[in-house]
């Protein structure tokens, strides 16, 4: 048995994507079968697994396969052939969902690319409400909340999430075409009122800082 027969083995019975460290740690906990049967890969590194990655990716593209070897961002995961969507989309004959409006698209690339973001900024920059498209965004899944901004009135701070990623084929947020310029380019900002309810938030309390141009401040974020 070779690395990448095990490798594929792992990656063909996975239900989700495994990284190079899940699929090692994998492979060093199995079972020897008995003293003449060791686990001969119970040393392998993640080096080695990255190297039977690329070669199985490699000779899947070579023998022209129906799936392929793709890297996500939560790992490896072996998928179909985009050639042969038409036909393996007969298997899933269910609703597919509502692809996205223009303003959504322009209210989730500005997230992406600015976020933390509060929603009057998103706004600044379209000059539109988008209380509906940024609903549609949250119940697809590809924005969530990321805590509020230190700002009067904290205002609550959207980001993307990992179905983001998954959902454009991205592994990170850095593979955002032209990302470096687009988040540090001027955009508009909503205009920041006098400190609102600083007088029933108690003795004590901090002030709020002032956000820099283009992206609200971002408070600790909260998980989901």
Not at 53 to 62: D, F, H, P, R, T
Not at 68 to 95: H, I, M, T, Y
Not at 155 to 161: D, G, H
């Amino acid at each position: 048995m070779t690395l990448p027969r095990v490798i594929e083995a792992l990656l063909f019975s996975a239900q989700k994507p495994l990284s190079t460290k899940e699929i090692a740690e994998v492979i060093k906990r199995a079972e020897e079968t008995d003293d003449f049967s060791p686990n001969e890969f119970a040393k392998v590194k993640e080096a080695e697994i990255a190297a039977a990655l690329e070669q199985l990716k490699a000779e899947y593209i070579a023998h022209e396969h129906a799936f392929q070897l793709v890297e996500k961002a939560q790992g490896w995961q072996l998928a179909s052939d985009p050639a042969c969507v038409r036909w393996v989309r007969g298997l899933f004959p269910g609703p597919k969902p509502a692809r996205l409006t223009g303003p959504a698209l322009e209210t989730l690339a500005i997230i992406a690319y600015r976020q933390p973001i509060i929603r009057a900024d998103v706004e600044a920059v379209r000059g539109v409400n988008i209380d509906t498209v940024l609903q549609t965004l949250l119940e697809r899944g590809l924005v969530r909340i990321a805590g509020r901004a230190e700002i009067p009135g904290r205002p609550l701070l959207y980001e993307t999430t990992q179905f983001f990623l998954d959902h454009f084929g991205l592994r990170t947020l850095d593979e955002l075409p032209n990302v470096e310029e687009l988040r540090t380019r001027h955009l508009p900002v909503a205009p920041r009122g006098p400190v609102a309810g600083v007088a029933d938030a108690g003795p004590g309390s901090p002030t709020p800082a002032t956000p820099g141009a283009g992206s609200a401040t971002p408070a600790t974020a909260t998980g989901d």
